[in-house]
Nanobody, 121 residues
Framework: DVQLQASGGGLVQAGGSLRLSCAAS????????IGWFRQAPGKEREGVSC????????TYQDSVKGRFTISSDNAKNMVYLQMNNLTPEDTAVYYC??????????????WGKGTLVTVSS
């Protein structure tokens, strides 16, 4: 069965960095896109970044562009989100999710368990 497990969250001061990991299993990794989403307290869940594991194509929301980097290790079935220059507005529970196909334009089919990122001022 499909499994998506996010980890690596924690507490960091503004300007600091964290690296989130998503361990994936239960599907052919190279055939699917995986995205990162986040949900801050009192706000709706929003998309952050996405990677197409077939060719490594990446997309980012404007609010994180230039600060966050998504990457994948196909041999390990892992997706990472390197987050630099963090701000308190980045505080949220972060989730990795499996798209319905190889493109980041597909909707989400499966959600993983989230990991909490807290950025202090």
């Amino acid at each position: 069965d499909v499994q998506l497990q996010a980890s690596g969250g924690g507490l960091v001061q503004a300007g600091g960095s964290l690296r989130l990991s998503c361990a994936a299993s239960g599907f052919t990794f190279d055939d699917y896109a995986i995205g990162w989403f986040r949900q801050a307290p009192g706000k709706e869940r929003e998309g952050v970044s996405c990677i197409e594991n077939s060719d490594g194509t990446t997309t980012y929301q404007d609010s994180v562009k230039g600060r966050f980097t998504i990457s994948s290790d196909n041999a390990k079935n892992m997706v990472y989100l390197q987050m630099n220059n963090l701000t308190p507005e980045d505080t949220a529970v972060y989730y990795c999710a499996l798209a319905g196909g190889s493109s980041c334009e597909y909707g989400v089919n499966y959600w993983g368990k989230g990991t909490l990122v807290t950025v202090s001022s």
